[in-house]
């Protein structure tokens, strides 16, 4: 009989969802206005502390809109961390402008200080000074937040933070979300809250909010007819998956525990094992989620394990785990666009591996988990 599926990061309802969806029918607040959206919106902001929310339909409208709100056009080169999933630099494309990837740094996993500036350097150089940076605090583990600003901050070019799997991560005691220009999270089903579908944009003003708005309902203007004098998109949240926001953020903060907990499980079974190591921050300023625990396989362990031995060991007892976000960089649809850096990125991709992470993990599933490990290196 086949074992019950133990999936990497499945979505972990609270109870409330349905209450605010039968809300949303019971007033035929259908569409993508209504007082879900307010509500999810302003338990954001309050969560975060500062900034404005605009809730959307994805992370990837999110960045798109962020990207149009910093100016991006046509022609212009953006900076983009390489290890990352694809939605941070494809609506560089949709706006007709340039992705340049950057390598990773091998303390955080995210965008390398070192190579950035390189990059900036040398874009300025050819005469082609970048017009945004995007960050990615990447499973949850926030960049190097001081040393990136920093940067972006002497060349005059603005930060899209992307903070899809950081809702809940901080550093310095200040929620990820808050440090870009512009900021925006993912509420996709495999992420630490869902709304089914759908993300935010976080502003630094309510005008630029106002903005994102505007952009995400077809650019409309204040007329009593149908007027139109920008390019707009179909963006919005509906009030219906807002309604499972407002759910899931009753319970965001045990699902940041829980995914705590699990990363701790991981940390300590890797304890026994040679040659595996648990990514993890670097020191007390940085807090993580851990939306997805990540280890990583030293190639000369002792057990001569590779990343695909352990997926395939895992596999067969019906566990799903990925190897780590493969670089931008190698992609074959990037493959003509310039790249700053060395192996870093692609040094952890080959042997990186995302374990199961989610928040409804039981200890009976954590114990199959860890099953698999004992046997692969006893």
Known sequence: MEKNKIWLSPPHMGGNELHYIQEAFDTNWIAPIGPNIDFFEQSL?????????????????????????????SGDTVLCQSMTFSASANPILYQGAIPIFIDSEAETWNLCPVALEEAIIDQIKKGKKPKAII??????????????????????????????????????????????????????????????GGGAIVTNSEALKKKAIFYATQSREDAIHYEHSQ??????????????????????????ESRRRVHQFYTVLSESIAGITVHAVPDDRYFSNYWLTAILIDPNNPYQLTRDQVMQA??????????????????????????????????????????????????????RIKGVFLQLTC
């Open 45 to 73: 902001e309050h969560y975060l502390g500062s900034g404005y929310v605009a809730a959307v339909n994805s992370g990837t409208a999110a960045i798109h809109l962020g990207l149009i709100l910093l100016g991006v056009q």
């Open 314 to 367: 895992l596999s067969e007892e019906n566990i799903e785990s990925r190897p780590l976000w493969k670089p931008m960089h190698l992609q074959p649809v990037f493959k003509e666009n310039a790249y700053y850096g060395h192996e870093v990125a692609a040094t952890l991709f080959e042997h990186g591996l995302c374990l199961p992470s989610g928040s409804n993990l039981s200890a009976a599933a954590l114990n």
């Open 231 to 256: 390019i707009g998109y179909t963006y919005r949240m509906s009030n219906v998956c807002a309604g499972i926001g407002r759910g899931q953020m009753e319970v965001l903060q045990k699902h940041i």
């Open 135 to 196: 960050a990615v605090h990447l499973y949850g583990i926030p960049y190097k937040i001081d040393a990136i600003r920093v940067l972006a901050d002497i060349y005059g070019i603005p930060i899209l933070e992307d903070s899809a799997e950081a809702l809940g991560s901080s550093y310095k005691g200040r929620k990820c979300g808050t440090f870009g220009d512009v900021g925006i999270f993912s509420f996709n089903g495999s992420k630490i809250i869902t709304t089914s």
